[in-house]
Structure formats: C-alpha cells, structure tokens
C-alpha cells in the first residue's frame, strides 16, 4: 500500500492514540515509512515473513555449471540466435542485444487525439556485456583484475552511451525467476531517449531536497545511515566497510562535517572548497571573513547563500573562518584544514612462528590529515588443476591492530599450508585507498633471533671459546618444531666474519686467535629451509683463556691469516699434552629442541689439514730448497775451478786467482790473470 502528499503528523494521530506499553521493534510491529526519493510513505509488515509458505518452490540450480559450453550464446566461438558469431574473447565482451527492447531508429507514433490517449517517442539501444569467457564464475569469483577490467567497460560504455541519451541503466538479472535463465556471468546495458517515471520523481524528489537543505539528499542520507550503523550492534568487519563507506561518503559531499571534531572542515590542495556556515539554515545568506581581519572575503549578496567557495585552495587558505547572519550575529566558525587523499599503504607480513603471523603498513604518501586503517584478511584455497585462479574460501575477518591504532595486526591461529589475503585500507576524510597483499606463511616465515647467546674461554685453551644460546622465545614449544643455527666471530678488530653452522645450541670456536678479544653472534632458521634466516641476535663477546705452557702461533701465521679467505688456524695442544674434546650439551629446561653436541671428539693434537698450516709448510720447504739449490751450485763451481788440467798438470786459474797477489804465483813469468 503506498499513499502520497500526506504527512507524517496525520498517520501519527491514529498511532498514538492506540499506543501501548508494548515497546516498538521494527522486525515484530507494522509500521509505515517514509521514502525521501519518491516522497511516499509505505506500510511494512515485517512479521508477516513468519508466515508458513505453501506456494510454489523454486528448483535448485545446477550444481555445476560447465565452464565453457559451446551452445550457450554468450560463450566464445558460440553462435547466437541471429547466426552471428562471437569472438574467442579473453575478457569482456560488449555486443548489441539480439532482440532489443529500444531500438535507436523507432518511428515517431505522432500528435495525440485525445489526453488518455498519448503516446511519445522512445528510442534507445540495448547491448549485452559479458564479464568473463568462463560459464562457471560470477564476479565475486573473479579476479581483482578481470573485476576492474568489467568495471571500466561499465564506464566506458556509460560515457560513451550517456553522450547521446539522456538515461543510461547498467542492471544484472539472475536466475530464471528473474528472466534471466542463461547462467553465463553477463549484464544489461541500456540507454534511452527519456527518463523512467521512478527515476523522475526522485530527481524531482533529490532536487527539491538540495533547494531546501543545501546538500545532495543521497548524501546525507548515506552518511547518516552509515553513522546509525556505526553507532548500532554492528561489529567486525561490518563496522569496517561502515567506516569505509562514511569516508567516502563524507569526501563526495561538498561540506563534510562527518569526520573529525565538529567545525573543522577537510579538503585537497589545489582544489576548489566550499565551506558552509555551521550555524544558519541551508541557502540563508551570510558573510564570511577570516578570523582575526576584518575584510570581508565574501558578502551576503554574493548569491551563494550560507557557502563560500575558495578557488584551487593552498596552504595559506588553511586557518579559521567566521560566517555571520544579516543583522551581523556570528552564525558559526569553520576550520580549513587542507590535505591530500589517501595512497595505497606498504604492506609487509611476517610469520615469527607456524601458528601466526603479523602485518605492518605505512604510508605511501603523506596526507597532512587525519587517517586511520582499516584491516581485514581471509583465507584462500587453489581449486583444481584446471582452475587458474584463487577463489575465496572463508572470511574476510578483521585482522586486530596490535595495540589499537598501531600500525600492525596479527593474525592468530593461522594455517602453515594456506594462503591468505591481508587488505589494508587508508582512510581520511578525502577518501579511501586499499592495498590488498597474497601471502602464504611459509614464504613469510622468518624466526626470532636466538636469544641468552653466551661466550666463555676453555680453560687451558687459548685458541679456543665456548658459544651457547637458546631458541627464541616466540617459538613454538613443540618438539618437531626444530631450528637449524649458523654462528659468525670474528677477532674485534678484524673486519671479516667466519661462519660455521652448528648441529645444536653450542659450539666450540677452535681458531680463535690468543690474547684477543671475540665477537660473536647467531641466526636462525626452520631446519626444512621454509622462509629465510633471522636478524642476526646481538653480539657477544669473549678472549681466549692464557695459561702456561701454551705456544700460540707467532706474530707472522696471525698477519697472514688476516690476508688470507676466512678459515680457521691450526689447533694446539695444551701444556698436559692431551688433546681437548668437547663435552656434550646439557639439555636447558627453556629450549623446544634436543640439545645435541656440536662437533665430535678430536683426538689428532694437530688438524695437518688446515689450509693455513699447510701453506706455512710449503711457503719453509721452499725457503730450505732454495737455500739447497744455492749451496749446491757454489760448490759445484767451486769444484770446476779447483779441477786439476789433465795434459800438463798444472792448475787452471779457478774464480779466486784474484784473490792471491800476482808476485806470489809460481813459475818463471808472472802473467796478468786479470
């Protein structure tokens, strides 16, 4: 029943006179309300839904659908009714309806003979659009990118359509009960030459509203509704999209006051503002000044009511601004606070254990504005191995800011094998953007570092340190739960890190060098290689026990060892003469993993395959060759020299004659031997 141009203050006479004690409840009691877009009132029955139904039920739809049928009409490479063919298409498919309700060239019916007898001209153009090449997806099945490839056929189609008509309507029919019986994903485009009967009484409605309140019914009606809502029992992720919706509600309109505290007005740098005084009813003229001057920015005659427009706003249009009434009472005062909407956040996620996992964003560009986040997430699973894209399964969920207002969530209880989709969304009061992030907890999984790492001497040793720690406390306590470690030291005031990866939580340091102090520190890692290493832990440090009857290596093996790749120096015997071996781990009461010993016993005093070792040998077998090699050549010259003349017995001149005084040589003649 629907009844118009009555108002509200004659249905209510009636109503109240019957009232009772019984409290109203909208879901149990009849009622009548109010439509602002017709200007109607209608009655709701809402407890009548209770009623047993025995008419018609409908069938159930197919269970599956196949994905592609080659005699559907709208599939690809399918014939349809008219005999034309379709395209192999990818993605959307726009093509004119086959049997059109509005054709663009329908004849005119003529003048009218009689007024109950009138007819008008209709023209328009029908089309059909195709959201997908597969018969088995519905758009909430779709991808982001095919869902934003339809959207923007949607507006194409309605700027292009909308330069020539003056309605353009853009409606989805399904199931049979709707007409619409064919189950390929697909919608209706059309465009006609006159406005429907319902959507000209609500321009006429919406126009009548904007004249008396100064503001788009639509609007406000939607802000309002969105902060009834917000105010309501509405929790979790309906109390999102609420906030969402409201944000972009309130940057739509042309004066926001829904977003922040009361008198303060947003907008963007570099656009146009409109600021509206607070205090005086829509359309009244006001005069609008700054605080603190006292020109006159705008008058009371400027035809614009009780607004002000500030062209292309900057910086120095931010401050406060003072609107008064006629007869120059101050009507209210507006803050102008000037800024930008918002850009999609950074997202990154991180998973410290297999059980949960957090996210953090930050901005990607600064507002200047107030902003919050909204954050959600759901789990995803792979369908088939036909099925090439990732269909929601349960969720979405809010993902809970850890504390509220940080910018962090967590994710608890999650699963290792499951992936899942973290939506961050900016909000301020100039709008929303969001940034949606696929994630799978074993790509993201990166341990704690290990923490109580310790470095002790070995009494007895000087080349030598102890390092022990414990698995991370965000770890999980389970035994199959197991880390896999890698220890780096290194000399204090050496540059470069040697590394070995320890079986257990402790390892022996065998090359250290004696007298000088060692850094040490730890990264973890799952044993099965999922995700990356940890930060390394913080350092620590520690020096090599003296004692005596040690012999360290001298000064000139630790200079060529700094030369040297990284490795370690040979091991030494302590001053008893029995070779060390490590002892085993005790368990620790606060570690998940069995502690085992780190290295096996070492019963050689001597490691001869050190690489460091092995070179100082080769670098003093060479020095005793060379100096070999010299003796040997001078005492063969010697000898060649000294070697008595086989013919006539005297004795050649070897390489010391000039060593001996010429008047001391034998024989009658003495000769130069020069």
């Known amino acids: ?188 485009v059309w465009a006609s030459s006159f406005l429907p009967n319902i959507a000209q009484r609500e321009e006429q409605c919406q126009r009548a509203y ?50 922040g505290p009361p008198g303060v007005q947003y907008g963007q740098s570099g656009r146009s503002m409109t600021l509206c005084c607070p205090g005086v009813t829509a359309g009244a003229p006001v005069s609008w000044s700054r605080d603190g001057e006292t020109r006159l920015l705008q008058g009371p005659d400027s035809g614009l009511g009780h607004e002000l427009v500030l062209a292309l706003a900057d910086s120095t249009d931010e401050g406060t601004y003072i609107c008064r009434t006629l007869d120059g009472a101050l009507g209210g005062m507006v803050t102008l606070q000037l800024g930008y909407p918002p850009a999609r956040p950074i997202v990154s996620c991180r998973a410290a254990d297999y059980e949960n996992f957090s996210c953090t964003w930050s901005p990607s560009q600064v507002s200047g504005l107030p902003t919050r986040y909204l954050t959600s997430y759901r789990k995803k699973t792979v369908p088939g191995a036909d099925g090439q894209r990732v269909s929601p399964s349960t969720g979405p969920w809010p993902c809970p800011q850890d504390p509220p207002g940080a910018t962090r969530c967590v994710v608890h209880g999650a699963e290792f094998w499951s992936q899942y989709r973290i939506n961050v969304t900016e909000v ?33 040793y000087p080349r030598r340190l102890r390092a022990s720690w414990m698995y991370p406390a965000s770890w999980p306590r389970q ?68 004692g005596p009857g040690l012999c360290p290596y001298p000064a000139w093996i630790i200079l060529l060892r700094s030369c040297l790749p990284s490795g370690p120096l040979p091991k030494e015997i302590p001053a008893g003469g029995k070779p060390y071996t490590q002892p085993k781990e005790k368990p620790q009461m606060d570690s998940p993993a069995p502690p085992r ?15 460091l070792e092995q070179m100082a040998v080769l670098a003093s077998l060479g020095i005793f060759s060379c100096l070999g090699l010299a003796a040997g050549a001078l005492a063969l010259g010697l000898w060649l020299r000294l070697k008595p003349d086989g013919k006539d017995g005297h004795q050649k001149p070897g390489f010391l004659a000039p060593m001996i005084p010429v008047d001391k040589l034998p024989g009658e003649t003495k000769k130069s031997v020069c």
């Open 1 to 188: 029943m629907s009844r118009s141009g009555v108002g509200p203050e004659q249905h209510r006479q009636g109503s109240e006179a019957d009232a009772t004690a019984t409290p109203f409840q909208a879901r149990e009691h009849q009622h009548i309300r109010y439509n602002p877009l017709q200007d109607e009132w209608v009655l709701v029955s809402a407890h009548r839904m209770k009623r047993p139904w025995q008419g018609q039920v409908e069938p159930s739809l197919l269970k599956t659908v196949p994905r592609h049928d080659p005699k559907n009409p709208l599939c690809p490479g399918a014939t349809r009714a008219n005999g034309e063919v379709n395209p192999h298409y990818d993605s959307t498919f726009l093509f004119d309806n086959d049997f059109p309700a509005l054709q663009p060239d329908a004849p005119n019916p003529g003048p009218s003979d009689h007024p109950l007898f009138q007819a008008e001209a209709a023209r328009g153009v029908c089309k059909v659009l195709c959201f997908h090449p597969w018969s088995d997806v519905t758009l909430p099945l779709m991808s982001v990118p095919e869902i934003r490839a339809v959207v923007d056929m949607w507006a194409s189609v309605t700027e292009e359509l909308g330069a020539q008509y003056p309605w353009v309507q853009i409606f989805e029919n399904k199931g049979a009960m709707m007409g619409c019986s064919n189950p390929h994903p697909h919608c209706q």
């Open 210 to 259: 904007q004249s008396q309140h100064g503001e788009p019914l639509l609007m406000e009606y939607g802000r309002q509704e969105l902060l009834r809502k917000m105010s309501s029992s509405c929790t979790g992720l309906s109390r999102v999209l609420v906030a969402v919706a409201t944000a972009l509600v309130s940057a739509a309109s042309s004066c926001p006051q829904a977003w």
């Open 428 to 460: 301020n009061p100039l709008g929303a953007s969001t940034r949606l992030l696929d994630v799978s907890l074993q790509s993201i999984l990166r341990p704690d570092p290990p923490q109580g790492l310790r470095v002790e001497s070995v009494p007895g």
């Open 479 to 546: 035994p199959h739960f197991l880390l896999k470690f890698r220890l780096q030291y290194r000399p204090v005031q050496h540059p470069a890190w040697s590394m070995v990866e320890p079986a257990g939580l402790e390892e022996v340091i065998t090359d250290a060098v004696a007298g000088l102090p060692h850094a040490v520190r730890v990264s973890a890692r799952d044993f099965l290689d999922a995700g990356t290493w940890s930060a390394w832990s913080p350092e620590a440090w520690g020096t090599p026990s003296t």
């Open 597 to 611: 010993p780190s290295l096996l016993p070492d019963p050689r005093p001597l490691d001869h395959r050190d690489p």
